[in-house]
């Protein structure tokens, strides 16, 4: 049990005991703060139950997440390298083809102009 569990289930608990004394004083807002501080006691239990499934997996794996730590950073070099021979290969073909490339730039630029100016609106 960690504190997050310990303080839920007390807060959960003095809620229940707001709540009737509330209903036997016959006084709202004790009832409503007791309801308000069996919810969030429930919701901090359940925040400290889920942190201690998660430390337990984490304990119980550790070899795993050092092995997906590598695996990812092995991913993200091999994706930056792709990436870097992609742009390179992209700007190399755009300065082969320049006067294609403008070409093509200024056709669907036209495109996009007469769309604005003359598509209908419904």
Same mark, same amino acid.
């Given at each position: 049990?960690? %504190? =997050? $569990?310990? =303080? ?7 809620? %229940?005991? $707001? %709540? ?22 429930? +919701? $901090? ?6 942190? *201690?499934?998660? *430390?337990?997996? +984490?304990?119980?794996?550790?070899? @795993? ?13 091999? &994706?930056? *390298? ?9 700007? &190399?073909?755009?300065? $082969?083809? *320049?006067?294609?490339?403008?070409? @093509?730039? +200024?056709?669907?630029?036209?495109? &996009? ?8 609106? =419904?």
């Amino acid at each position: 049990m960690n %504190k =997050h $569990e310990v =303080h839920g289930g007390a807060r959960y608990v003095g809620g %229940k005991v $707001e %709540k009737a004394v509330g209903d036997v004083a016959e006084r709202r807002d004790w009832q409503t703060d007791g309801v308000l501080n069996q919810v969030a006691g429930a +919701a $901090e239990n359940l925040l400290g139950r889920v942190q *201690s499934v998660a *430390s337990d997996v +984490a304990d119980a794996t550790p070899g @795993l997440i050092e092995e997906a730590r590598e695996r990812i950073g092995d991913a993200t070099d091999r &994706a930056t *390298s792709a990436t870097r021979q992609g742009a390179q290969a992209a700007s &190399a073909t755009v300065r $082969e083809n *320049s006067g294609a490339t403008l070409a @093509l730039v +200024a056709a669907l630029g036209g495109v &996009a102009v007469g769309w604005l100016l003359f598509a209908r609106r =419904h």
